[in-house]
């Protein structure tokens, strides 16, 4: 499970966010495009915007239902 406290430095606040746990697979990143990227320095993804609509926020859903190490959380800031 995805702790708030562990997030990677990248996320901006809101519901959803990524920890230190990612293992920088892609599954996030390919299936919400619009809301996660990578950092290229770090080796990990996180997230770059919240989502915006109801489409946006199932895509994160199930980014991180999808997650192989639980590293994305919707329990963050907002």
Not at 39 to 51: I, L, N, R, T
């Amino acid at each position: 499970m995805a702790d708030r406290e562990d997030k990677n430095e990248e996320n901006v606040d809101g519901k959803f966010y990524v920890d230190s746990q990612c293992i920088d697979c892609d599954l996030c990143r390919e299936t919400a495009p619009n809301n996660f990227t990578r950092s290229d320095d770090e080796g990990y993804s996180y997230v770059f915007k919240q989502p915006e609509n109801d489409e946006e926020v199932g895509q994160c859903r199930e980014a991180m239902e999808g997650c192989p190490v639980e590293a994305i959380g919707e329990d963050g800031d907002e």
